[in-house]
């Protein structure tokens, strides 16, 4: 096994760095007390290819893999998760729902838009009151001559105000029914569909959050993504891939909080000498450096399955699981290391931390990775 970046992982680590620290270091900490989703920051990321980083350049994308998608994720987490969480979101949910479900006329349609970063994308699946319960969505869509009609509302969605164009899962059949659910393509400004931003989340700030309204929202039956009735068989393949985004952005997020805690460690001095010299910060120091190793082989194990078009769903779990708990881990003993200044928004610990809890909620909690796991093991 080869475990050094080949020359396309590090291309992409050495722009998607360069990147960062010019357009997004400057401006995290006033995207983050503002609660700022920088759209521009975005586009611009689209047109490094970052937005449609394993879309085909026949449909617009860069044509590479899991590992440089991985690679570039790990990169903005290290800087900013709330960003990071964005590109993972619009990657792997909307645009990538799209890929590998979507009608050929669907995919020359959005993708060229999605992976250039004209198009911003969406993806509902939670709602208000159904979150990992997701067979009991009350959102449906009724068939009406050529078209659907929508009515329900979706919840924490990523881009769901600035989005412009949605996949959305809804009910067409009988509760419960896991195939009962269709997934749906909504542009922006379609009637009857609106969005109402979700404000003061503890951490991602700068990733924009919002609940979607369908009121007798009418979408044509061309907008269905493949089968009607198979949209949650879809999602959760789709999900699939997603937690190894997630996992990737909790890995730069760990990594970023371990190495922040290094620098300060060599430059902080009590008792007259460097705090890294000393063992209990030493300790931690290599248990960070320990799990942030391992969870980015437990997410690059899962990329070569991806790549390779094998089963993911219980090592996508796994690393998802890991690598999350780790960046929580890495985030609290970054403030730890750093005391009181770690508690302030001067220093980066306290943000890595707020960043870091969403990686063990979103896209499956840690205790639905688990059931995942354990359903995989004892098949």
């Not at 068989?233 to 730069?252: F, T």
């Not at 790549?307 to 929580?328: F, I, L, R």
């Amino acid at each position: 096994m080869d475990f050094e970046l080949d020359e396309n992982q590090k291309m992409i680590a050495q722009m998607v760095r360069d990147f960062a620290e010019k357009e997004i270091r400057p401006n995290l900490n006033k995207w983050d007390a503002e609660e700022y989703f920088p759209v521009d920051t975005m586009k611009k990321l689209g047109e490094l290819g970052l937005l449609g980083i394993y879309i085909p350049e026949e449909y617009g994308g860069s044509g590479f893999g899991y590992f440089e998608y991985v690679t570039a994720l790990i990169e903005l987490g290290k800087v900013c998760g709330g960003v990071g969480l964005s590109v993972a979101a619009h990657n792997s949910l909307c645009t990538g729902h799209i890929y590998y479900h979507g009608s050929e006329e669907q995919k020359k349609k959005y993708l060229p838009k999605l992976a250039s970063g004209e198009f911003i994308g969406a993806w509902g699946l939670t709602e208000p009151n159904t979150g990992s319960d997701a067979m009991r969505m009350k959102t449906t869509a009724v068939k009406d001559g050529d078209d659907w009609v929508i009515n329900g509302a979706k919840n924490w969605i990523t881009h769901g105000l600035s989005g412009d164009v949605s996949v959305v899962l809804v009910r067409t059949g009988e509760l419960l029914d896991s195939r009962g659910i269709t997934a749906f393509i909504i542009e922006k400004g379609t009637p009857g569909f609106s969005a109402v931003k979700i404000k003061d989340k503890l951490g991602v700030r700068a990733s924009e959050t919002a609940e979607l309204i369908f009121d007798n929202c009418r979408v044509p039956a061309a907008n269905v993504i493949g089968e009607v009735g198979m949209g949650f068989i879809q999602a959760m393949q789709v999900l699939d891939g997603g937690r190894i985004s997630i996992a990737a952005l909790a890995c730069g997020v760990a990594r970023g909080a371990y190495e922040a805690s290094v620098k300060y460690s060599k430059e902080r001095e009590q008792f007259g000498k460097p705090i890294s010299s000393f063992q209990a910060i030493a300790f931690k120091l290599a248990d960070m450096a320990t799990e942030v190793e391992a969870a980015e082989l437990l997410t690059y194990q899962a990329a070569y399955l991806k790549n390779n078009k094998m089963p993911v769903t219980k090592e996508g779990a796994y690393a998802k699981y890991y690598a999350s708990e780790v960046s929580v881990k890495c985030g609290n003993e970054a403030v730890q290391i750093m005391g009181g200044y770690g508690y302030t928004k001067e220093y980066p610990a306290e943000k890595f931390l707020r960043d870091a809890k969403l990686m063990t909620i979103g896209e499956g909690t840690s205790e639905i990775q688990k059931l995942v796991i354990s359903r995989e093991l004892l098949k």
